[in-house]
């Protein structure tokens, strides 16, 4: 054995598999998580199942009919407000995975009340996927369980991912002036455009590489929607 080059101790711990933890487990410990995030894990899959439940049973309620969005159903028929994890790292409520982050958020939009959501998911990196895109996909998700259409304000590059800032297309405060043509060749027409609503929308989605793990992502949202509203069709 070289002296000068003694050799290498085996670690005896290892940090939780979770990227927001850094607790740290016995080398020998079999479960990958911590017992505070395995039972936060636990927390969401009971919550998520409440939320299915619910959602049955509103279903069972109502029977065939659906309410529109902007209708005039009494709150009776709105299903319940989804639990909260009661797990939070700098404001941001955190889940276990997509499901259970798409199962709230639509939980959240379906309550009828003023949207103020905050969370963050975990997902696996995927060479095939640049952070920008993987926005764009949750955008598009997000536009799918809320049922509005969301513009793009503006595109950030971070130095672990990307970040894409969003407002609602039918957001009163976002509305831009229309200013008539000077071509002489252009008949300036009057044409009805989308109603507007005082909806006060915010979106915020980043994505970004976990802290301690270069496999693994995070994906936070950070969304406003002040006020219910009949969604723009074309």
Known sequence: IDAEHPPMEAPTTKKCSKPWCKTLLPIDEKKKACAKCRELDSKNQRARKERVKA??????????RKRRRGSLDSADDRPPT?????????????????????????????????????????????????PKERVQMVAAEIWNVSSYRFTVRDN????????????????????????????????????????????G??????????RGDADELTVTVDLKHAAEHVSYTD
């Open 82 to 130: 989804r639990p909260r994890t009661d797990e939070y790292m700098d404001g941001i409520e955190i889940f276990s995975d997509a499901e259970s982050f798409f199962d709230a958020l639509r939980a959240d939009f379906k309550s009828g009340d003023a949207v103020n959501f905050r969370a963050s998911y975990p997902i696996s990196a995927d060479p095939l996927v640049s």
């Open 156 to 199: 950030k590059e971070l130095a672990s991912g990307h970040r894409t800032r969003y407002w609602c297309s039918q957001d009163e405060a976002r509305k831009k002036k229309t200013k008539a043509s000077q071509d002489p060749q252009i008949k300036n027409r009057d044409t009805v455009g989308m109603k507007r609503y005082p909806c």
């Open 201 to 210: 929308s915010k979106l915020v989605i980043s994505c970004r590489t976990s």
């Open 55 to 64: 959602a049955d049973t509103t279903t069972t309620t109502l029977g065939s």
